[in-house]
Nanobody
Framework: QVQLVESGGGSVQTGGSLRLSCAASGDTKRYVNMAWFRQAPGKEREGVAI???????TYADSVKGRFTISQDTAKKTLYLQMSRLKPEDTAMYYC???????????????????WGQGTQVTVSS
């Protein structure tokens, strides 16, 4: 099993920045593919960014050039650096872990076995 705990959310104004963190514990050697998802009120949860076990990263079109996913394997921590935030980035952000998958870059929820509890990001105009 893997336990995931997100932190770093908050309220910022348009154009601001935040860095989310996700601390992992448990069977992290097996679940090496890590992603960030988000869910805005009234909307379905969507994939934001993924970093696969081989280091490849994929971003949703809506965040390309503004968000950066990274990880510190020694600290077992996943990060999401968010810059130039927009009101439409307002959502609950979740980190998730997957062991394997054919097309993890598609960030399909069912491929991810473990989820954190989420951290709220609110961007005001």
């Amino acid at each position: 099993q893997v336990q995931l705990v997100e932190s770093g959310g908050g309220s910022v104004q348009t154009g601001g920045s935040l860095r989310l963190s996700c601390a992992a514990s448990g069977d992290t050697k097996r679940y090496v593919n890590m992603a960030w998802f988000r869910q805005a009120p009234g909307k379905e949860r969507e994939g934001v960014a993924i970093i696969e076990g081989d280091g490849r990263t994929t971003y949703a079109d809506s965040v390309k050039g503004r968000f950066t996913i990274s990880q510190d394997t020694a600290k077992k921590t996943l990060y999401l650096q968010m810059s130039r935030l927009k009101p439409e980035d307002t959502a609950m952000y979740y980190c998730a872990a997957a062991s394997m998958g054919l097309r993890l870059d598609l960030m399909i929820e069912s491929d991810f076995a473990y989820w954190g509890q989420g951290t709220q990001v609110t961007v005001s105009s």
